[in-house]
Nanobody, 115 residues
Framework: QVQLVESGGGLVQPGGSLRLSCAAS???????MGWYRQAPGKQRELVAT???????NYADSVKGRFTISRDNAKNTVYLQMNSLQPEDTAVYYC??????????WGQGTQVTVSS
């Protein structure tokens, strides 16, 4: 089983930036890592994913503003978020899918965009 620890959330003004990090431990067969988010009263939704070959996938709502990256040696995934807007406010969850298709989730980190 993989343990995922997120960091980097917080409060930022509209137009600001934040960088989230997620470190994975306990498992070496991680295939895809990603970020999801859940706003109050809404379902959890995909933000971005990245595989071991560093191929990426983004939700349309964050394309051009968010960048996902990954350090395979450190089993760490990052999410650089620029031009943040109030609608980006949510709890952001790190996700890891193993080569055996097992999925693990982090505990979540709050991102609040407000003036």
């Amino acid at each position: 089983q993989v343990q995922l620890v997120e960091s980097g959330g917080g409060l930022v003004q509209p137009g600001g930036s934040l960088r989230l990090s997620c470190a994975a431990s306990g498992g070496i067969f991680i295939s895809v890592m990603g970020w999801y988010r859940q706003a109050p009263g809404k379902q959890r939704e995909l933000v971005a994913t990245i595989d071991r070959a560093l191929s990426t996938n983004y939700a349309d709502s964050v394309k051009g503003r968010f960048t996902i990256s990954r350090d395979n040696a450190k089993n760490t995934v990052y999410l650089q978020m620029n031009s943040l807007q109030p609608e980006d406010t949510a709890v952001y969850y790190c996700n890891a899918v193993s080569v055996f298709s097992h999925t693990d989730w982090g505990q979540g980190t709050q991102v609040t965009v407000s003036s």
